[in-house]
């Protein structure tokens, strides 16, 4: 099916159209869809916007400029753009020093205030 369409869509789209148009005037919509159908067929076969409007009056010509046309002006020289400087060379950075595993350090143990006993009394 066209457009990854199933049968169980198109029933679908039937009962909605159904309910929206009526069924008194579901044959009278359905042969106008079918002549904008057929028209817009005819139209791009032939390549026609509308047949009624193309008829009616030709374009008119087009008309020359009346001006001469002027050559393009002539810019003085300049001078040309300085000398560019050159690139910098890349300088690869410094070789780090050898890894050494870190020292050593002391674990301190987090002191808490000492807790009172719950007052009796």
């Known amino acids: 099916m066209p457009w990854g369409l199933t049968p169980a869509h198109l029933i679908i789209i039937l009962v909605i159209v159904l309910i929206v148009v009526g069924p008194g005037k579901l044959p009278d919509t359905g042969a106008a869809i079918g002549k ?33 046309v002027q050559p393009p002006v002539q810019y003085a020289p300049q001078a040309p753009y300085p000398p560019q400087q050159p690139a910098p060379v890349y300088q690869p950075p410094a070789p780090a020093a050898p890894y050494a595993p870190p020292a050593e350090q002391q674990v ?14």
């Open 108 to 121: 301190v143990q987090p002191t808490t205030p000492p807790v009172e006993p719950p007052h009796q009394g």
């Open 36 to 68: 904008a159908l057929r028209g817009f067929k005819d139209a791009m076969d032939t390549g026609e916007v509308d047949p009624t409007k193309a008829a009616q009056a030709p374009v008119p010509p087009v008309q020359a400029a009346q001006a001469p």
